[in-house]
């Protein structure tokens, strides 16, 4: 029997404007506590991902789709040629489980709802679970794998698609003609699919039309892109209007959602977007039993949906006012409430004294506070583990980096358990007294050897867990087995998901891996002569 498991995701292309590098340290942005903080989120409302006036946060060919009396309309004439099928996709987040309800009616030829689906080669062309719609009422209602196995159930059928992909009908919902009656011709109906685990329903009017199980191990997938239809042929017209998300928690895997900041250093450095990816790869090839892990590139997703199903959020990103989070704590605020893990990566355990860094300390049990904490780059020698998940399979080693110490952390550690702990050298109180730099306190302590935390755990009294790694400054740190496991065995434990007595065991990154996904301020790597 094979082995239940995601199937890797294609990237998308998610990196924005280049910012201009700088080549000193960045100084905390000394910008005032938020006065007024988005509202959170909660996790079961239904989230609307079309504003009724454009097409906003979807990309498709410009000469097929617009937006007509308040809907998203996709349309061919006579003159169209369309050499396959086009698709409008939906570019702020993906799906993985959820229910989805859209308003839809059609003049004309074939449409489709594509759920958990992937880009192909040909442009805005897409494959994977379709919610099948037509004007002739044959096969609205089918569950249709667009360029991915063809009919996986009929109008009326409940189906298993077995190891062989081939669908096996298992029940039925119905006589197809006496369903398609409750579909309206030419006018307004409501599809309604959900996709929790491997199954999905579709529903139109209030009827389940197919049910799927999708046993197909190989192939199946849990997680991808959302579009809309234009189908070849003769000319058609197609609408769509109130689309609405609800995202469901997996249940059988942890969920993890990884937000990464924008760009801001030179290349190799910072490189929010690159360690999203290679904490994503990484988890979800290796790990992918236990944990999935999506992610959400230059700054804070737009995609409302992001945190309704999440078990953990990791943000790896700038920090002071330039953090991701900044203008979002009462979001945050939300999901430690709810018991969710919370970790912070490098520059994202800093925002500014008060209400920001509050919340994080509440989060995660520590933060970077400015004019108390420093930021220097040293050789972390880690001689010992502690006793805990996130140390486990991690042998004592040394890196450098920009290790931040003298944290603030809860009183008296509460909840707290230290996981990388040195003694930072006497070189590291080598720059002035400043914001980042320095402090009578700081240098007391290095003078007195005494040992630093720059990676640590908490167990907080709602119930959930939280991180705080300080390294990260240097991408390339990704390739060291040790510093590599301390990561992702911190993002797992926090989400409540299972690690093994050697830990989150990965493969080295290759330095092809390492260069993948980098911003585009980063120059191509000389070739070797």
């Not at 298993?160 to 398609?180: C, F, H, M, Y």
Request: aromatic share 8%; proline share 6%; charged share 25%.
């Amino acid at each position: 029997m094979k082995s239940a498991r995601f199937l890797p995701l294609l990237s998308a292309s998610l990196f924005g404007t280049t910012l201009v590098a700088i080549l000193s340290l960045p100084v905390a942005q000394e910008k005032p506590a938020p006065k007024q903080q988005e509202k959170a989120v909660s996790h079961d409302e239904f989230i609307p991902l079309f504003d009724g006036a454009t097409l906003a946060g979807w990309e498709g060919d410009p000469a097929l789709w617009r937006v007509e009396d308040g809907a998203i309309t996709g349309e061919t004439t006579a003159t169209t040629e369309l050499k396959h099928n086009s698709f409008l996709k939906w570019t702020a987040g993906e799906l993985d489980d959820f229910e989805l309800v859209a308003e839809y009616r059609i003049f004309g030829g074939n449409s489709g709802i594509q759920v958990r689906s992937f880009d192909l080669e040909k442009p805005h062309a897409v494959g994977g679970y379709q919610a099948d719609i037509d004007a002739a009422g044959q096969w609205a209602g089918t569950n249709y794998g667009e360029a991915f196995r063809g009919v996986l159930a009929k109008r009326g059928e409940k189906t298993v698609i077995n190891e062989d992909g081939k669908p096996e009908i298992t029940g039925s919902l119905g006589d197809s003609a006496e369903l398609a009656q409750v579909i309206k011709k030419e006018e307004w109906n409501t599809y309604h699919i959900v996709a929790q685990g491997h199954k999905i329903v579709c529903e139109i009017n209030g009827t389940v039309m197919s049910e799927i199980t999708d046993n197909d191990t190989d192939t199946r997938r849990r997680a991808g892109l959302l579009a809309l239809q234009i189908h070849t042929g003769p000319p058609m017209k197609v609408q769509f209007r109130n689309i609405r998300l609800k995202r469901l928690p997996l249940g059988d895997v942890k969920k993890v959602v990884y937000v990464a900041g924008r760009p801001s250093h030179p290349p190799r450095m910072h490189e929010h977007n690159a360690g999203a990816l290679m904490a994503k790869r990484l988890l979800n090839t290796h790990h992918g039993d236990k944990v999935h892990v999506t992610t959400y590139h230059n700054g804070w997703p737009s995609d409302l949906s992001a945190f309704q199903n999440a078990d953990a959020l990791v943000i790896q990103s700038d920090g002071g006012a330039g953090h991701s989070a900044y203008w979002h704590l009462r979001q945050i605020d939300y999901l430690r409430e709810r018991g969710v893990g919370v970790g912070m990566v490098h520059y994202a355990v800093e925002m500014t004294p008060g209400e920001t860094n509050d919340t994080l300390i509440a989060a995660t049990g520590g933060a970077f506070e400015i004019n108390y904490s420093v930021n220097p780059h040293w050789d972390g020698e880690f001689a010992k583990m502690p006793e805990h998940p996130v140390a486990r399979g991690v042998k004592p080693f040394t890196i450098r980096d920009e290790w931040y110490f003298n944290m603030r952390f809860k009183k008296d550690m509460e909840g707290v358990t230290p996981i990388l702990s040195a003694v930072p050298p006497q070189e590291t109180m080598s720059r002035p007294d400043g914001n980042h730099s320095g402090n009578p306190e700081v240098r007391k302590m290095v003078e007195e050897k005494m040992p630093q935390h720059v990676c640590w755990v908490v167990e907080r009294p709602d119930g959930g867990r939280g991180f705080g790694f300080t390294g990260l400054h240097f991408h390339d740190n990704w390739a060291h087995d040790d510093f590599r496991k301390t990561v992702l065995n911190a993002i797992c434990w926090i989400a409540g998901a299972e690690i093994p007595a050697e830990g989150i065991v990965t493969p080295t990154p290759t330095q092809e891996e390492l260069d993948a996904n980098l911003d585009p301020k980063a120059p191509p790597k000389p070739k070797a002569k």
